[in-house]
């Protein structure tokens, strides 16, 4: 076999591993993402709302009822005229996202190969100039 051969050969097989893996790989994170990012997200949520409902409990802030709670004592906030008392803070319902449909995309897939061609490239080129210092009739000959 020539060299260019050789060459050629290498950068076929690094292609086709890398290639396969991607495909593998994209399908594999694919498939586990969405779990496991709903899952982290539900206990992000009730642990800003639990971290929430402490912060009102100790400053005192009006609960949903229009009841105040401070240091175990209950007192009634309601103002007759709905009008909030100055430096108040005025409680604001959060509507936190309940889950994530998936993060794979087509963009994303296409980003993957392009960074799989630059790397089999560079690891290819690696394999080509070592396979190119030598002559591929005296390494077979040599083996033992």
């Known amino acids: 076999?020539?060299?260019?051969?050789?060459?050629?050969?290498?950068?076929?097989?690094?292609?086709?591993?890398?290639?396969?893996?991607?495909?593998?790989?994209?399908?594999?994170?694919a498939a586990v993402s969405v779990p496991i990012t709903?899952?982290?997200?539900?206990?992000?949520?009730?642990?800003?709302e639990a971290a929430a409902t402490?912060?009102?409990?100790?400053?005192?802030?009006?609960?949903?009822?229009?009841?105040t709670t401070n240091s175990g004592t209950t007192t009634n906030s309601k103002n007759n005229d709905n009008m909030?008392?100055?430096?108040?803070?005025?409680?604001?319902?959060?509507?936190?996202?309940?889950?994530?449909?998936?993060?794979?995309?087509?963009?994303?897939?296409l980003q993957l190969m392009g960074i799989g061609i630059i790397l089999t490239l560079i690891s290819s080129c690696a394999a080509v100039i070592f396979v190119l210092r030598y002559e591929p009739l005296k390494i077979l000959t040599n083996r033992d």
């Open 1 to 29: 076999m020539k060299k260019g051969k050789v060459s050629l050969q290498f950068i076929t097989e690094l292609f086709l591993v890398t290639f396969t893996c991607i495909i593998i790989g994209a399908g594999v994170g």
């Open 38 to 48: 709903n899952s982290l997200l539900k206990s992000q949520v009730s642990s800003v």
């Open 54 to 67: 402490t912060q009102a409990s100790s400053f005192g802030r009006p609960n949903a009822n229009g009841t």
């Open 84 to 109: 909030a008392t100055p430096g108040a803070i005025v409680a604001t319902t959060t509507n936190y996202i309940s889950e994530v449909s998936s993060a794979t995309n087509f963009t994303v897939i």
